[in-house]
Nanobody, 126 residues
């Protein structure tokens, strides 16, 4: 199983980035998928997730209204569009996959994801 995250970079506050996670080696459409992040010196935290078998989504309060998670079951990708970025969004962002039929709400628990990808660094300058 591979989860390959991309799209990170340096952006000014107020800017936008689109992160993408390409999955391989697993059945995709029925798995919940999520994005998490870890800032320097802090614990990894939930950002957003989309349920397996549906398009239901959920977001951390810190990004709600500024971010959109989406999946393409044909391309086997899950994207995170982030707008109005703030310096506090600076972190390494990780893509993760849950088990079969994992819901977005279950993925709020960092212990739920079954597979993790490598991170992609997002740096937001003030």
């Amino acid at each position: 199983v591979q989860l390959q995250a991309s799209g990170g970079g340096v952006v000014q506050a107020g800017g936008s980035l689109r992160l993408s996670c390409s999955a391989s080696g697993l059945t995709f459409s029925d798995r919940g998928m999520g994005w998490f992040r870890q800032a320097p010196g802090k614990e990894r935290e939930f950002v957003a997730a989309i349920s397996g078998g549906s398009d239901r989504t959920g977001y951390a309060d810190s990004v709600k209204g500024r971010s959109t998670i989406s999946r393409d079951n044909t391309k086997i990708t899950v994207d995170l569009q982030m707008n109005s970025l703030k310096p506090e969004d600076t972190a390494v962002y990780y893509c993760a996959a849950g088990r079969y039929r994992t819901t977005w709400s279950m993925l709020r628990d960092i212990n739920v994801p079954y597979y993790w990808g490598q991170g992609t660094l997002v740096t937001v300058s003030s």
